[in-house]
């Protein structure tokens, strides 16, 4: 994404976008909220909508439309026709109505947006100075299963949206070595394990988790009728010298190990490594900051990344695959398979090795 050749005009433009980013950002807030974007997209065969018409809709004064969206006109999110009529540009066609984006505005604005205000003083001191803002816990994942409705929501839409689409290639590659027994590590709300079940008729799985998810994880289970099939086990990581029950055929990590520090993604590797026979797989998947073939997913990676700073336990990220590679190794384990899935994310399926 280097721009080295911009003109001094434009890169002082995009310094000025920056400098207001937050105006900028609650203004496609407020306009998507009051249902202003889908009106004027509606009304583009009728050659656009006029400011008075939307101050009608959405029983706002013309004032506080007419801030909106001047300045949404000159961020190129609406643009004025020649009958000064609102029509909806491209990029504010995808801040309406494209998914991925629309899950990165909600988790923005409702996990991200008043924690980060605390962004510098995480980074000084290595703590999630931020997540007092939502609640008073050690990390974000000791909060998850309390936090409020709506913005519980906007914190699993997002998880979810980057791993479900990778789950089906993810149950494939499970279930080529026939386990018996799987673990889910960070199995968070059950889904994988009861897409597991949903797979193959015998198949148990362990999800191992925190106390407060687990317990909505198994309840999630069981609601699916496979309560005798997925069981439990409660772990902090962070605790002290945590360690994982034996009997796992395979051990599943999806988007987990982003939430932990080096050091802490070492220690859980050789928890597993303990626990692990040489025919065991280790199947970890991530999406990479170093594997995106767009600037425009690595960007929105990075700026996840500062979500783990802020707010999630500010210590984590998303990492290149290079950290990955060597701490694996480190654990005593080695990537038998080095695996694309879907459009963004990697699968690592590693054993232990034999030294
Ligand atoms: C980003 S979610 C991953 C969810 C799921 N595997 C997926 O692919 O959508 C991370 C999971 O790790 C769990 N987790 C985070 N910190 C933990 C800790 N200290 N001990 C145990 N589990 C933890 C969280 O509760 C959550 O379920």
Redesign the pocket.
């Given at each position: 994404m280097l721009k080295k050749n911009i003109r001094a005009i434009d890169a002082l433009e995009e310094a000025q976008r920056i400098a207001f980013a937050p105006f900028i950002f609650q203004t496609t807030v407020a306009l998507r909220e009051l249902g202003v974007l889908t009106f004027i997209f509606d009304r583009r065969l009728q050659g656009g909508a006029s400011l008075e018409d939307i101050a009608e809709m959405t029983n706002v004064s013309e004032y506080g439309i007419g801030v909106l969206l001047e300045l949404a006109e000159s961020t190129g999110i609406v643009a004025i026709n020649e009958a000064q009529k609102y029509e909806l540009t491209k990029t504010g066609y995808f801040l309406n109505y494209d998914k991925a984006v629309n899950v990165n505005i909600n988790f923005a604005n409702d996990v991200c947006y008043k924690g980060m205000f605390h962004l510098l003083e995480a980074i000084k001191t290595g703590t999630p100075a931020g997540l007092p803002e939502l609640g008073n816990w050690p990390?974000i994942?000791d909060g998850?299963s309390q936090l409020p409705p709506e913005i519980q929501k906007s914190w699993f839409e997002f998880?979810?949206h980057y791993?479900d689409d990778i789950f089906d290639e993810g149950l494939q590659r499970v279930f080529e070595s026939n386990p018996k027994t799987i673990f889910?590590i960070?199995?968070?709300t059950g889904?994988?394990a009861i897409r597991c079940c949903h797979n193959n008729a015998n198949v148990h799985v362990k999800i191992i988790?925190?106390p407060g998810?687990l317990s909505k994880a198994l309840a999630n289970a069981n609601k699916e009728g496979f309560g005798n099939r997925v069981s439990g086990f409660e772990?902090?990581?962070?605790a002290p010298n945590p360690q994982l029950p034996k009997g796992a055929d395979t051990i599943w990590?999806?988007?987990?190990l982003d939430?932990f520090s080096e050091k802490d993604i070492l220690n859980i590797l050789k928890a597993c490594v303990a626990i692990m026979d040489t025919d065991t797989e280790l199947l970890i998947t991530e999406t990479f900051t170093d594997r995106q073939k767009f600037d425009n997913a690595k960007f929105v990676l990075e700026a996840t990344s500062l979500y783990f700073t802020a707010l999630a336990n500010g210590n984590s990220k998303m990492y290149p695959s290079e950290v990955f590679i060597r701490l694996i190794q480190e654990a005593g384990l080695h990537i038998e398979r080095d695996i694309s899935l879907g459009e963004y994310h990697t699968l690592f399926i590693c054993k232990k090795s034999s030294h």
């Amino acid at each position: 994404m280097l721009k080295k050749n911009i003109r001094a005009i434009d890169a002082l433009e995009e310094a000025q976008r920056i400098a207001f980013a937050p105006f900028i950002f609650q203004t496609t807030v407020a306009l998507r909220e009051l249902g202003v974007l889908t009106f004027i997209f509606d009304r583009r065969l009728q050659g656009g909508a006029s400011l008075e018409d939307i101050a009608e809709m959405t029983n706002v004064s013309e004032y506080g439309i007419g801030v909106l969206l001047e300045l949404a006109e000159s961020t190129g999110i609406v643009a004025i026709n020649e009958a000064q009529k609102y029509e909806l540009t491209k990029t504010g066609y995808f801040l309406n109505y494209d998914k991925a984006v629309n899950v990165n505005i909600n988790f923005a604005n409702d996990v991200c947006y008043k924690g980060m205000f605390h962004l510098l003083e995480a980074i000084k001191t290595g703590t999630p100075a931020g997540l007092p803002e939502l609640g008073n816990w050690p990390t974000i994942y000791d909060g998850l299963s309390q936090l409020p409705p709506e913005i519980q929501k906007s914190w699993f839409e997002f998880d979810h949206h980057y791993s479900d689409d990778i789950f089906d290639e993810g149950l494939q590659r499970v279930f080529e070595s026939n386990p018996k027994t799987i673990f889910d590590i960070g199995g968070n709300t059950g889904k994988f394990a009861i897409r597991c079940c949903h797979n193959n008729a015998n198949v148990h799985v362990k999800i191992i988790d925190l106390p407060g998810q687990l317990s909505k994880a198994l309840a999630n289970a069981n609601k699916e009728g496979f309560g005798n099939r997925v069981s439990g086990f409660e772990i902090d990581w962070l605790a002290p010298n945590p360690q994982l029950p034996k009997g796992a055929d395979t051990i599943w990590m999806s988007q987990f190990l982003d939430c932990f520090s080096e050091k802490d993604i070492l220690n859980i590797l050789k928890a597993c490594v303990a626990i692990m026979d040489t025919d065991t797989e280790l199947l970890i998947t991530e999406t990479f900051t170093d594997r995106q073939k767009f600037d425009n997913a690595k960007f929105v990676l990075e700026a996840t990344s500062l979500y783990f700073t802020a707010l999630a336990n500010g210590n984590s990220k998303m990492y290149p695959s290079e950290v990955f590679i060597r701490l694996i190794q480190e654990a005593g384990l080695h990537i038998e398979r080095d695996i694309s899935l879907g459009e963004y994310h990697t699968l690592f399926i590693c054993k232990k090795s034999s030294h």
